[in-house]
Every structure is written in C-alpha cells, then in structure tokens.
C-alpha cells in the first residue's frame, strides 16, 4: 500500500504513526497477510498529489494507493477526487481539514466551522484528555495512540455523517461541509491496527 498525503506533518504523522504500530505489532509473529506502507508527504496541492500519485503507481507494483488530501482553499478538489478515482487510486479526502477526522474522535460534527473553531473545538478535547498541554498547531504531532481509544467513535460519528449527506442526496465533495473520508482508509487498515 501506498499513501501519499497532501500534508507535510499533520497527516503524514498521523499515518506514519499507524505504520510504526502495525510494524511494532507483527514484528515477532508468523504473518500470513502482512501490510506493507509506504508513506510519502508532498506539500503540493490536490491535483498535484493525484499526479505525484500517479507516477508513483506507474513506478511501482502497490496493490493499492491512496491519496489524503484537504479541500482548504483548493479551487481543484472535486476534479482532483474525480481524476483520482478515474485512474483507479483511492481517496481519504477532508473537507476542510484533516483535523476534523481528529476531532470525530470526540464530538459530532455536523454543520460547517472555519479552521478557527476547529482547532479550537480540537484544542479543548486534546487538552481535556491530556494529550497535548497547549492549544494545538501544525506543530503538534496527534498520533494514532494518542487517539486508538477514540477510534470506535470516531468511525461511527463518521459513517453517520457521511449517511446524512447520502440521505440529502448531497455527492459533490465540495458541498459537503464538514465531511471526511479517512474512515475508509482507516477502515482498510483496520485488520491489521486492531
């Protein structure tokens, strides 16, 4: 598998996070169905990471690649999810950022925030939980086991956002704020972080 992501730190800690622990966790067993990932952050934008994807698929024989990328002020995310779809990669997309995947771990969300209220929202819950001592920045790494025992919830409050959006008939990324799509690809790991 491959990943690439969007973010320089934020996402690409998150899941290079994953990686150590699936790693930590078959080290010393016999592995019959082992996942193998490799995790690369671009700092480019949406469609520049479906291309950078691209060639790296082209390049090597992964058995599935992922692209993880935010809206932010993107004028090309939709275009981006579709082209990425039509070459056949799969996408764990966020609208607006990625840390509203961290923040599903412990609260619904459900009705648009600017980045500001997000990572204030994200602050408190990190804080409460002892997780981080200040208000949280790019800068702080929110890692996998920082959030594992949130992790049920946060899959659940996901899937029911997404279900509602199916429900209105609302399918255009862009329209869908706030809504995320990491829980597929955390979902395909599943197996192997559980």
Not at 108 to 135: C, E, F, Y
Request: net charge negative; aromatic share 10%; with cysteine.
């Amino acid at each position: 598998m491959l990943l690439i992501t969007e973010g320089m730190n934020t996402e690409k800690d998150y899941f290079s996070s994953i990686k150590d622990h699936i790693q930590e966790r078959f080290k010393s067993n016999l592995i019959i169905d082992k996942i193998d990932i490799d995790l690369e952050g671009t700092g480019r934008g949406t469609m520049e990471v479906v291309k950078y994807a691209l060639k790296a698929k082209n390049r090597n024989t992964y058995s599935d690649v992922w692209v993880v990328f935010d809206r932010d002020d993107f004028t090309d995310f939709d275009e981006a999810i579709q082209r990425a779809s039509d070459e056949g990669l799969s996408v764990a997309w966020s609208n607006r950022s990625f840390e509203l995947w961290f923040l599903l771990h412990f609260q619904n969300v459900t009705s648009p925030m600017d980045n500001r209220m997000l990572t204030d929202r994200l602050s408190s819950h990190l804080q409460q939980h002892g997780i981080i001592d200040k208000a949280y920045s790019k800068s702080h790494k929110v890692l996998y086991n920082d959030l594992k025992s949130f992790l049920s919830d946060a899959l659940v409050r996901c899937e029911k956002l997404m279900e509602q959006y199916e429900k209105d008939r609302i399918i255009v990324p862009s329209k869908m704020d706030p809504a995320t799509t990491v829980h597929q690809l955390i979902k395909k790991l599943l197996p192997y972080i559980d």
